[in-house]
Antibody, heavy 126, light 112 residues
Framework: QLQLQESGPGLVKPSETLSLTCTVSGGSISSSSYYWGWIRQPPGKGLEWIGSIYYSGSTYYNPSLKSRVTISVDTSKNQFSLKLSSVTAADTAVYYC??????????????????WGQGTLVTVSS | NFMLTQPHSVSESPGKTVTISCTGSSGSIASNYVQWYQQRPGSAPTTVIYEDNQRPSGVPDRFSGSIDSSSNSASLTISGLKTEDEADYYCQSYDGSNQNVVFGGGTKLTVL
C-alpha cells in the first residue's frame, strides 16, 4: 500500500525559504504513470495546488506561486521536495504531498490526487 | 482564470439525500474531468469521486457524481446520509489555458 510522509521544519521565519520533503513508501516514485504533487491548506481555509513533478524532473507549478516555488525529485531516495522562498504569514498552512493520477494522457484534464500524506503544519512567524 | 464555486455549507438529516454543487466560472466544465474529495476534521482529504462519476474501491455506492453542461456544474450526491458523512467536500478540476489544477472552495456538510 502506497504511503506518503511529509517532513520538515514546523516553523519558518518571514522572508526565509520553506523546505519540505515527501518520502514515498510501498511503491516507486519512478513509475511512468504518475506525477507527484504538493497541495496546501491555510488554517480554516480551502485547498490550493502548489505544483507537481514527474520522476524525470518535469514540473508544473501554480501560476500564482510559480515565481517562489521549486519542486525537485530524488529517485534514489524515493523522495520529492518543495522549496517556497520569501515566505510571509500568508504561507502558514498544512502542506500535503500526494500522488497525482492521470487517465490516458499525462498532464491532461484527467487528473486526481490519491493517496495523500497526513500533512504537516508550517507556521511562518518570527 | 478558471474557478470552481461551491456552496459554503449544506445540511441534511440522516437517511436523506444531499447534493453539493460545483460551478465552473467559464468555458465548459465538461472539458475536463471533475474529482471530489472528502476531508474529515484533522485528516487529509480522500477521493470519493474521480473522472466525474467513478468511485474508488472502498467508497460506498451512496456517493455519486454527475455533470450538468446546461448549468456548467458538477454535482456530488450522497444518499442514505450517515453521521460519518459529516465532513468538508472539495471539487477539483483543471484549467487547460494555464495548465493549472483548480480546487473549489469547499462545502461543509452537516448531518443532523
Amino acid at each position: 500500500q502506497l504511503q506518503l510522509q511529509e517532513s520538515g521544519p514546523g516553523l519558518v521565519k518571514p522572508s526565509e525559504t520553506l523546505s519540505l520533503t515527501c518520502t514515498v513508501s510501498g511503491g516507486s516514485i519512478s513509475s511512468s504513470s504518475y506525477y507527484w504533487g504538493w497541495i496546501r491548506q491555510p488554517p480554516g481555509k480551502g485547498l490550493e495546488w502548489i505544483g507537481s513533478i514527474y520522476y524525470s524532473g518535469s514540473t508544473y507549478y501554480n501560476p500564482s506561486l510559480k515565481s517562489r516555488v521549486t519542486i525537485s525529485v530524488d529517485t534514489s531516495k524515493n523522495q520529492f521536495s518543495l522549496k517556497l522562498s520569501s515566505v510571509t504569514a500568508a504561507d502558514t498552512a498544512v502542506y500535503y504531498c500526494a500522488r497525482q493520477n492521470f487517465g490516458l494522457l499525462l498532464w491532461s484534464g484527467n487528473n486526481w490526487f490519491d493517496p495523500w500524506g497526513q500533512g504537516t503544519l508550517v507556521t511562518v512567524s518570527s | 482564470n478558471f474557478m470552481l464555486t461551491q456552496p459554503h455549507s449544506v445540511s441534511e438529516s440522516p437517511g436523506k439525500t444531499v447534493t453539493i454543487s460545483c460551478t465552473g466560472s467559464s468555458g465548459s466544465i465538461a472539458s475536463n474531468y471533475v474529482q471530489w474529495y472528502q476531508q474529515r476534521p484533522g485528516s487529509a482529504p480522500t477521493t470519493v469521486i474521480y473522472e466525474d462519476n467513478q468511485r474508488p474501491s472502498g467508497v460506498p455506492d451512496r456517493f455519486s457524481g454527475s455533470i450538468d453542461s446546461s448549468s456548467n456544474s458538477a454535482s456530488l450526491t450522497i444518499s442514505g446520509l450517515k453521521t460519518e458523512d459529516e465532513a468538508d467536500y472539495y471539487c477539483q478540476s483543471y484549467d487547460g489555458s494555464n495548465q493549472n489544477v483548480v480546487f473549489g472552495g469547499g462545502t461543509k456538510l452537516t448531518v443532523l
